[in-house]
Antibody, heavy 122, light 110 residues
Framework: EVQLVESGGVVVQPGGSLRLSCAAS????????MHWVRQAPGKGLEWVSL????????YYADSVKGRFTISRDNSKNSLYLQMNSLRAEDTALYYC???????????????WGQGTMVTVSS | SYVLTQPPSVSVAPGQTARITCGGN??????VHWYQQKPGQAPVLVVY???DRPSGIPERFSGSNSGNTATLTISRVEAGDEADYYC?????????????FGTGTKVTVL
C-alpha cells in the first residue's frame, strides 16, 4: 500500500525550531519529487516547499523562504522539513505529498499523508 | 504573485451538474490540477493536467481549461461529493517559481 506518514508536530514557542518527518512506503521513493503543503485551521491549502528526487533542487514559498529547509534521505525513504524562527502564522496542519511524475514543475500531487499539526504559541 | 480565484461556495441538487471555476491570468497556458478535500481528511487528486483523471476517480469528474478560466465539472452529483475543492498550478512567470493553490470552493449538495 502506498503510504505517507508525517510526524514531529508539536506545540512550540514563537522563535523556536522544529523538524517534521515524513515516512514513505509502497513506492520507489527516490523516483519522485516530494512536497510539503500546509493548512491553517479553517483555511485553504498553501504549498510550502518541494525537493527533487535526488535533493538537488529545492523551492520554497515566499512565506517560509530563509526559515524552512526541506531535505530527504532516500536510503531511509524519508522526507524532512526543518522549521526555524517559527511564527504564529506558521500554525497549521502540515502534509507531505508525492509528486505524480518525474518532473518537479507543473506536477500534480497524487499521494498525501494525513498531516501533522504544528502550533506556534507562547 | 500569481492568484487563483475560486467561488467560495457552490450548491447543487443531487443528480445535477456542479461547475467550479478557477480564474487566473492566462491560466489556459498552464496545467491545472484539482483536489477534493472532505472534512477531517487529506486532499485527494481528482483531475490532473487540466482534464485527466487518476485511477479510481469516477468519470463524473471532468476538467477543462482555456483562456483565463479552468473548470472542474461534477456530473450527476452525489451526496458523497460534498467537499472543498481546490485548483492548483505551477507558476514560473517570475524569478521565484512556485506552486499555487486556489482559494477553495465548498460544494454543498442540497
Amino acid at each position: 500500500e502506498v503510504q505517507l506518514v508525517e510526524s514531529g508536530g508539536v506545540v512550540v514557542q514563537p522563535g523556536g525550531s522544529l523538524r517534521l518527518s515524513c515516512a514513505a512506503s509502497g513506492f520507489t521513493f527516490d523516483d519522485y519529487a516530494m512536497h510539503w503543503v500546509r493548512q491553517a485551521p479553517g483555511k485553504g491549502l498553501e504549498w510550502v516547499s518541494l525537493i527533487s528526487w535526488d535533493g538537488g533542487s529545492t523551492y520554497y514559498a515566499d512565506s517560509v523562504k530563509g526559515r524552512f529547509t526541506i531535505s530527504r534521505d532516500n536510503s531511509k525513504n524519508s522526507l524532512y522539513l526543518q522549521m526555524n524562527s517559527l511564527r504564529a502564522e506558521d500554525t497549521a496542519l502540515y502534509y507531505c505529498a508525492k509528486g505524480m511524475g518525474v518532473v518537479i514543475t507543473g506536477d500534480a500531487f497524487d499521494i498525501w499523508g494525513q498531516g501533522t499539526m504544528v502550533t506556534v504559541s507562547s | 504573485s500569481y492568484v487563483l480565484t475560486q467561488p467560495p461556495s457552490v450548491s447543487v441538487a443531487p443528480g445535477q451538474t456542479a461547475r467550479i471555476t478557477c480564474g487566473g491570468n492566462n491560466i489556459g497556458s498552464k496545467s491545472v490540477h484539482w483536489y477534493q478535500q472532505k472534512p477531517g481528511q487529506a486532499p485527494v487528486l481528482v483531475v490532473y493536467d487540466d482534464s485527466d483523471r487518476p485511477s479510481g476517480i469516477p468519470e463524473r469528474f471532468s476538467g477543462s481549461n482555456s483562456g483565463n478560466t479552468a473548470t472542474l465539472t461534477i456530473s450527476r452529483v452525489e451526496a458523497g461529493d460534498e467537499a472543498d475543492y481546490y485548483c492548483q498550478v505551477w507558476d514560473s512567470s517570475s524569478d521565484h517559481p512556485l506552486y499555487v493553490f486556489g482559494t477553495g470552493t465548498k460544494v454543498t449538495v442540497l
